[in-house]
């Protein structure tokens, strides 16, 4: 697993991959490092391609010191002011989108994928 910077702001590379045509379950091959500013927002982007009777469980988690994981919060673009926490599901193929919200105390940020049955991920965040 490797840890890859994104920064935001007008520090780069302000993106990076979390995942590319991973299958099956288990976290993300590799994890995130926005730096120690918390301030900054983000946009998830998760690409999925399917199989037969798709559906895969998605949990955003964030980590002060990428040993100890918690949920982070997001937000649907539709209504970008609403947080959660929980758990979503996706079951097409498509791209889904969650924006991060600032001023969480997050520095790494990876996905941990679960219940997947036939769902292929590739996974960007990019830091503002």
Do not use: H
Not at 9 to 15: A, I
Not at 69 to 77: D, I, L, T
Request: hydrophobic letters at 40%; charged letters at 10%.
């Amino acid at each position: 697993m490797s840890t890859i910077q994104a920064l935001g702001g007008d520090r780069l590379p302000n993106s990076a991959r979390l995942s590319q045509a991973q299958a099956g379950n288990g976290v993300s091959t590799n994890i995130a490092d926005r730096g120690g500013d918390v301030a900054r927002s983000a946009l998830l982007a998760i690409t999925t391609t399917v199989g037969a009777t798709p559906t895969c469980t998605y949990a955003i988690e964030g980590s002060a010191d990428a040993t100890n994981w918690f949920a982070v919060s997001y937000a649907e673009p539709a209504t970008p002011d609403t947080g959660a926490v929980a758990a979503f599901n996706i079951t097409t193929a498509g791209t889904t989108l969650k924006i991060l919200r600032p001023n969480q105390p997050w520095r790494y940020l990876r996905l941990a994928y679960s219940a997947n049955t036939n769902v292929t991920n590739t996974a960007d965040l990019t830091v503002f």
